[in-house]
């Protein structure tokens, strides 16, 4: 069946270091995936989409590309600010399906 | 922007009792979703929707019920709530895919429910 993965539970870095939130995932179907943020006692709020292969999209500072050839779509950042400190998901949707997919969520602490 | 607002926002309820979170969304969407958040933890979806009068069970239907009489409302009811029904709710909506349409979702601020 589809699945997301997201293999980190907790991301804690230094102000101004680089980051990569792991995400994969799994169907056979077209995928559409995407980043959602969310901050402390707010609602998730979309970051990222995308459903195109092999195409960076950006956004605040986030980017991302989707890999279909190894199921892949790692949220990065080149340098993290106090604010990003957040929950991160990363969600699927196939193209036939209106179920959408979460992973488990990377919680991303930004240290000063 | 795409608008979805839950109430109540916070409710406190006893064990054994009937809880009705409801949705209204203003954004034409035919899909709608209830999910549960654990603390510091992940979307776990309970019911769904595609159309006015269907529902559909997730991942996590037991002890939930969800009722979708118009496109714009879906509430999610809890008959005997529990305490481990203790959580935030968050209902959200979003169109179909294709088009200029991304298919991503739009989230209430959620409604946090204790039960005591």
């Known amino acids: 069946g589809d699945s997301v993965t997201q293999t980190e539970g907790l991301v804690t870095l230094t102000k101004g270091l680089p980051v990569m939130l792991n995400c994969t995932y799994q169907t056979t179907y077209s995928p559409f995936l995407f980043w959602y943020v969310q901050h402390l006692n707010e609602a998730p709020k979309l970051l990222l989409k995308s459903s195109t292969d092999n195409k960076r999209t950006e956004h605040q500072g986030f980017y991302a590309t989707l890999h279909k050839s190894s199921s892949s779509f790692h949220l990065q950042k080149s340098s993290v600010q106090l604010s990003d400190s957040a929950l991160y998901f990363c969600?699927?949707?196939?193209?036939?399906?209106?179920?959408?997919?979460f992973g488990d969520g990377t919680q991303l602490v930004v240290k000063p | 922007e795409a608008a979805v607002t839950q109430s109540p926002r916070s409710k406190v309820a006893v064990t054994g009792g009937k809880v009705t979170l409801s949705c209204h969304q203003t954004n034409n969407h035919d899909y709608m979703y209830w999910y549960r958040q654990d603390t510091g933890h992940g979307l776990r979806l309970i019911h769904y929707?595609?159309?006015?009068?269907?529902?559909e069970k997730g991942d996590i239907p037991d002890g939930y019920k969800a009722s979708r009489p118009s496109q714009e409302n879906f509430s999610l009811i809890l008959e005997l709530a529990s305490l481990s029904q203790t959580a935030v709710y968050f209902c959200?909506?979003?169109?179909?895919?294709?088009?200029?349409?991304?298919?991503?979702?739009?989230f209430g601020e959620g409604s946090k429910l204790t039960v005591l």
């Open positions: 969600a699927l949707r196939r193209n036939n399906n209106n179920r959408i997919f």
């Open positions: 959200a909506s979003s169109g179909p895919l294709g088009g200029r349409n991304t298919g991503q979702l739009y």
């Open positions: 929707s595609y159309v006015a009068d269907s529902t």
